[in-house]
């Protein structure tokens, strides 16, 4: 993975225009069938998945944050509105998906999306292979069938081998077209030639349309019709929250990593406005809501979509489908579908991560291969979520090891503790051992000019530091300290606080962060 840069934009000349278009064609037919599956998930029509594909994709395409990504139902989302479905109905979704939509712009609207840039490189990496992992399994689905009982089983011996090789066929020709030419997308290539094989050929296999039929019309506007009570609010508050944070979570990190594969910047806030007006519309319009397609977004940079253009022209060929090219859609093999997704496992897994295992500290080791485990196991925001704490908690510890003093004598005979390192609350207690009050002279000074006091929990052990040797009968100086950390000492009226050279340059960590996010581009 690269460091992102700031390159210039691709002119929309004829070849790039074209480049642009057939990757939107090729990420259209894409979206199909994970729309349709999507929408089975949480226990609606498929249209309603396809229409959420339409709309959330058009939308973010057009007023995103990040070009060139791709947005849409995803499984994230769907697992989280199956029981509200089963629950209340369909309707209950719609009024979901529009609050989840408000409560996106909101976090827009507060640039709370800058707050992705936490997320630790080994998180990032453990999402990009758990996600991948996970697009893996999910297209050993199309390998099974039904067992009659509600369990699944394998396609008999046959259809199996048909399918295993028309995926693998379909590899091969995206493999050799990408190599042959540029022209056109590989994956569209391997789409279009497996499909006439299959029909050139009359071979029996599972299509598009055996999934569910894809003809539709225009979405219609309409208000979801549930009772406007703070009941129903109660209801649907508690999906739509977490629908809101799985939502930004996937689609800010899917951003990051579109933007180091293309070496471009993205703007978090921005995308946050976009999902959000997005999944408002797409409740108004009876989709299930969405948010961005890892797998989708990497067929499109993979196929050369690096504007605007490719996005919309995936929804709009959506759309397309929808109302009028359905019969020729529902003809596509799943096996070269599946081929795609399975090229698309291959360039998402970040291979460069099991060479570096070895070399890399142990505790990101850790935090890399449990974030992939957890993104198989439950889902995308959890795997984040607890990769960020367990990072969190590993960095504490380590600087919490890191609090060390020197001693001198000052001209005057008093005692000085030099100290350096990060005074918070994991490392109050290391602070603490290093003084010895009843045996120290009666003036004692201590210098924090290589030390930063980061949160209450450092002022506490100062002002304890400070009773400890009032207690013994001693003159406990500090000196360095920052003018906010002596304000707030002297209010406990212990300290005789001298500063023989002020130090400006840092302060308590809540001053401290305010000015850095002032400084920071919305």
């Known amino acids: 993975m690269h460091s992102a840069q700031s390159l210039p934009a691709p002119r929309l000349g004829w070849a790039r225009s074209r480049t642009e278009l057939l990757s939107g064609l090729t990420v259209a037919m894409a979206l199909v069938p994970e729309a349709i599956a999507f929408a089975f998930v949480a226990g609606v029509e498929p249209l309603v998945g396809l229409y959420a594909a339409f709309i959330v994709g058009l939308v973010t395409a057009l007023f995103g944050g990040r070009p060139g990504m791709i947005s849409g139902a995803t499984g994230a989302l769907a697992v989280v509105l199956v029981s509200l479905v089963a629950a209340h109905g369909v309707q209950y979704l719609f009024a979901a998906v529009v609050l989840m939509g408000v409560l996106q712009m909101l976090a827009g609207l507060f640039h709370l999306g800058k707050f992705i840039r936490l997320v630790p490189y080994p998180v990032m990496l453990g999402f990009v292979n758990g996600l991948a992992i996970v697009i893996f399994l999910a297209q050993i689905g199309q390998f099974q069938m039904d067992d009659g009982s509600g369990g699944r089983t394998w396609l008999p011996g046959n ?130 809501g969405g948010c961005a397609m890892i797998g989708q977004s990497m067929i499109n940079v993979e196929s050369g979509g690096r504007t605007r253009v490719a996005g919309t022209a995936a929804a709009l060929f959506l759309l397309v489908f929808i109302l009028f090219a359905s019969g020729l ?176 340059r840092y302060g308590v960590a809540v001053d401290y962060g305010a000015r850095f996010d002032d400084e920071i581009p919305k």
């Open 159 to 288: 259809q199996l081998a048909l399918m295993l090789g028309l995926s693998l066929f379909t590899m091969v020709v995206i493999w050799r077209s990408g190599k042959l030419t540029k022209s056109v997308p590989a994956p569209l290539v391997g789409i279009v030639v497996t499909t006439l094989v299959v029909l050139g050929l009359g071979l029996e296999v599972r299509n598009v349309g055996d999934l569910a039929s894809i003809a539709g019309d225009l979405p219609a506007f309409a208000v979801p019709d549930v009772p406007f009570s703070f009941d129903t609010l109660a209801i649907i508050f508690p999906y739509a929250a977490i629908l809101a944070v799985i939502g930004l979570i996937e689609s800010l990190l899917t951003m990051n990593l579109v933007a180091e594969i293309t070496e471009t910047h993205g703007k978090a806030s921005k995308e946050c406005l976009a999902q959000g007006g997005a999944n408002i519309i797409t409740g108004f319009f009876g989709g299930m």
């Open 329 to 504: 859609i529902e003809m596509i093999p799943i096996a070269a579908l599946v081929g795609v997704m399975f090229i698309v496992v291959i360039s998402t897994f970040a291979w460069s991560s099991l060479r570096i295992m070895r070399k890399i500290p142990k505790s990101d080791a850790f935090v890399l291969v449990l974030v992939s485990l957890v993104t198989v196991a439950t889902d995308l925001a959890i795997a984040v979520v607890v990769g960020v704490i367990v990072s969190a908690l590993v960095l504490a510890w380590k600087a919490s090891q890191k609090i060390h003093v020197r001693i001198e004598s000052s001209d005057a005979g008093e005692k000085v503790y030099l100290l350096s390192g990060t005074l918070f609350f994991g490392s109050v207690e290391s602070f603490a051992a290093l003084f010895k009050a009843r045996e120290d002279p009666d003036e004692v000074i201590v210098d924090f000019l290589e030390t930063r006091v980061l949160d209450h929990s450092g002022l506490h052990a100062i002002d304890a530091l400070a009773e400890r040797y009032k207690r013994a009968g001693k003159t406990l100086r500090l000196r360095h300290l920052s003018p906010d950390c002596r304000a707030l000492l002297e209010k406990a009226g212990n300290l005789v606080v001298v500063s023989v050279i002020e130090d400006p």
